[in-house]
C-alpha cells in the first residue's frame, strides 16, 4: 500500500491507482470531462489538473499514478486558477445553449461553469460554427458545437461495444465527432454515449424535448428486457414514462444497458392498449365488469372442475411474490399438480457484454420459488398437450405474452374456462372467459431473480388507481407535495390494474382460502421464511444493489408443495 496525503488528508491506498481514483475512493472528488472508470485515460480535457509536491508542473490527476509519501492538492490557487484557464477555453465557442438543451441541469459543463469559471466570458470574436442537429442514427442526435473533444463516446464504441463507429476530423478548433464514412452508430448499446456524454452534445432523438430533468422523478428500478436484471433509473412525468437510464450496479451492468431495455421495455406501460378494466365474457362476448364479479366469475368457474382438470402458469415476467403466490394458489386452493411456466429463449441473441438469451427478468426466480410441475404434475408441454386431447379443461394463465403467440392461443382456445391476466388486449384475450387487468414492472413493488441469482428490488414509478387507493397518509404526504401535478397524475391514470399476488388473493378468499397479505413486502417476507434459497433476506437488506441466493444448498428444494 502507498500512504499519500490529499489535501491535507492521508489515506493508504492501492499504488496501482491514479491519483483521480484514489481520491475518489476517499470521498474527494477531482472535477474531470474526458475520465471515466471504466474506460482507458485519455487525459485531453485537462480539467482534473492537481498540484504535486515536489513537481514543478501541475499534474492530470487521471493518468498520475500514485506514488508513497506523495501529496496532492486539489484546490490550491495554482489549481484552481488552471481550472478557471481551462473553463474559459472550453467554453470560448460553445453556444449559450443551456435554455434549449436537453442536458440541463445534468450538464457537467454546466456545473463546472458555476463552480469553477469566472462567470463572464472576454472573447469578443465571432464563434467557430459546426453542425448541429446531425442524426447519427435513428436514436441518437449530434449537436456539434456543443462537443468538448472529450472522446469519451469513442472509446466507449471502441471499448466496450467493440465496434468502432465514432471518430474525429479536422484540426485545432475545428475538430469534428462524426462517424466513420458509410456508417450509423448503430450498435446494440449505442445510446449510452448519451449517458456518459458529459454535455448536450449527443441526445436521445426519443427523449428530445419532452421534459426537464427537474420535472420529471426517477425511479430505482431494474430493466425487465431479459435475465441479466441491468439496474436504471426510470423517469416519469405526469404518470408516462419518458425515459430510462441505467443505474450504477458493479455486480450487474456496470454503468451500461442495452438500447432495447432502455427503449422496447416501457412502451407497453405507456400503451394506449393497456386493459383498463376487467373482462368477462357475457352473452358470448367481453364486456366490462367490477373487480368484485371478475373476481367472482373465476372462483366459480374453478370451482366446477376436479383437481386434475385444471392446470396454471406462471410467468417469467411476474415478479418472486407474484410466481409464489400463483404457486401457492395452485397447490393449496385449487390442488392441482400442474403448475409451469414458459421460457422466453431467443436462441444466439445473448452476447459477451449484457444482453441475455432468456427475454424475461425472472425465469431464474419462478423457478426458485415453486412454479414448476409437482410430482407426477404437467410441465408447460404436456399442460398444452392435455388441452389437445381434452384431459386439461380450465387453465389460469398469468403470462400475458403467451396471449400473443398465434399457435398457443389456438390450443388455448380450446378450453372449457379460461381466466388470463393481461396487459392489453390481443389475440388471447378475445378467447378467455375472464380477463384480469395485471401491473407491470413500473406499477408494482417486487423482486425479480436474475440469471446468476442476484435477487433485485423493482419499485413503481407510474400511479394505478390500485396502488392509488393502497398509499398510506404518510405516501399521500409525500405526493401531497406536488400538488396540482399529482392531481394530473391520477386523472391521466385510468388503468385499473392489479399485481398478480393481489389479484390471485382475492380471488383464492372466494375459494375459501385466507391469503392475508396487504402488500409484496409481506409475500417476500413469507417467501424469505420458507422458501431456502430466500432464507433471511429482506426488502431493507436487498436494498437498491441486491443480494445473492442462498446456493449453498440445491435450488428450490425447500419449498413446500
Not at 456508417?183 to 449505442?190: A, G, I, M, R
Request: hydrophobic content about 40%; charged content about 25%.
Amino acid at each position: 500500500m502507498a500512504k499519500i496525503t490529499v489535501d491535507g488528508q492521508s489515506f493508504e491506498v492501492d499504488p496501482k491507482l491514479t491519483i483521480i481514483q484514489a481520491a475518489r475512493d476517499n470521498g474527494i472528488e477531482i472535477p474531470h470531462f474526458c475520465w471515466h472508470p471504466a474506460l482507458s485515460v485519455a487525459g485531453n480535457c485537462r480539467m482534473c489538473l492537481v498540484e504535486v509536491e515536489k513537481t514543478p508542473k501541475l499534474a492530470i490527476a487521471c493518468s498520475t499514478q500514485v506514488s508513497d509519501g506523495m501529496v496532492v492538492q486539489t484546490a490550491s490557487s495554482r489549481v484552481l486558477e488552471a481550472r478557471r484557464a481551462v473553463m474559459e477555453f472550453l467554453l470560448i465557442n460553445h453556444p449559450l445553449d443551456c435554455p434549449i438543451c436537453d442536458e440541463a441541469g445534468e450538464c457537467k459543463l454546466q456545473d463546472y461553469a458555476y463552480a469553477h469559471s469566472i462567470g463572464s466570458s472576454r472573447f469578443e470574436e465571432d464563434k467557430v460554427h459546426k453542425p448541429k442537429r446531425v442524426a447519427l442514427s435513428s436514436l441518437i442526435m449530434l449537436d456539434t458545437e456543443r462537443c468538448i473533444m472529450c472522446s469519451r463516446c469513442v472509446r466507449f464504441c471502441d471499448e466496450i461495444a467493440k465496434k468502432p463507429q465514432l471518430t474525429f476530423t479536422q484540426r485545432g478548433d475545428h475538430v469534428e465527432l462524426t462517424t466513420f464514412p458509410g456508417e450509423e452508430l448503430d450498435n446494440p448499446y449505442s445510446m449510452n454515449v448519451i449517458d456518459i456524454c458529459p454535455v448536450g452534445a449527443l441526445t436521445s432523438r426519443e427523449f428530445r424535448f419532452k421534459a426537464r430533468v427537474w420535472e420529471m422523478s426517477a425511479t430505482e428500478t431494474v430493466c425487465p428486457g431479459c435475465a441479466r436484471g441491468c439496474n436504471m433509473n426510470t423517469w416519469v412525468r405526469n404518470n408516462e414514462i419518458l425515459r430510462q437510464t441505467p443505474r450504477y450496479n458493479a455486480g450487474v451492468n456496470g454503468f451500461w444497458m442495452c438500447d432495447y431495455g432502455r427503449l422496447e421495455t416501457f412502451r407497453s406501460v405507456n400503451a394506449e392498449s393497456r386493459i383498463k378494466s376487467p373482462l368477462v365474457q357475457k352473452e358470448s362476448a367481453l364486456g366490462e365488469a367490477g373487480w368484485d364479479e371478475a373476481v367472482a366469475h373465476a372462483a366459480s368457474g374453478f370451482k366446477t372442475f376436479r383437481k386434475g382438470e385444471l392446470a396454471v402458469l406462471g410467468s417469467a415476467f411476474d415478479t418472486n411474490e407474484d410466481n409464489y403466490v400463483i404457486r401457492k394458489f395452485a397447490h393449496d386452493v385449487l390442488g392441482t399438480k400442474n403448475i409451469d411456466f414458459r421460457r422466453h429463449i431467443a436462441p444466439g441473441s445473448d452476447d459477451d457484454l449484457l444482453i441475455r438469451s432468456d427475454r424475461a427478468p425472472n425465469s431464474r426466480g419462478a423457478v426458485e420459488v415453486g412454479v414448476r410441475p409437482a410430482e407426477k404434475g404437467m410441465g408447460f408441454d404436456a399442460i398444452l398437450q392435455g388441452v389437445v386431447n381434452g384431459t386439461i379443461k380450465a387453465m389460469y394463465v398469468v403470462d400475458d405474452v403467451l396471449l400473443t403467440m398465434p399457435d398457443i392461443v389456438q390450443v388455448l382456445s380450446r378450453l372449457e374456462f379460461l381466466v388470463v391476466h393481461a396487459t392489453a388486449e390481443n389475440e388471447g384475450t378475445s378467447i378467455a372467459d375472464v380477463v384480469l387487468p395485471a401491473a407491470m414492472y413500473a406499477e408494482k413493488n417486487g423482486t425479480f431473480t436474475n440469471f446468476e441469482g442476484r435477487v433485485q428490488r423493482i419499485r413503481p414509478s407510474v400511479v394505478t388507481l390500485d396502488r392509488e387507493r393502497s398509499l398510506d397518509g404518510y405516501a399521500m404526504s409525500r405526493l401531497d407535495r406536488f400538488g396540482s401535478q399529482f392531481d394530473r397524475w391520477l386523472r391521466g391514470s385510468k388503468k385499473d390494474a392489479r399485481p398478480t399476488w393481489r389479484i390471485v388473493s382475492g380471488i383464492a378468499a372466494l375459494m375459501g382460502a385466507k391469503f392475508k397479505y396487504q402488500s409484496a413486502e409481506e409475500v417476500f417476507d413469507e417467501i424469505a421464511a420458507r422458501v431456502e434459497a430466500f432464507h433471511g433476506m429482506s426488502y431493507k437488506k436487498i436494498g437498491n444493489k441486491g443480494l445473492p441466493l442462498n446456493v449453498g444448498k440445491p435450488a428450490h428444494t425447500n419449498v413446500p408443495a
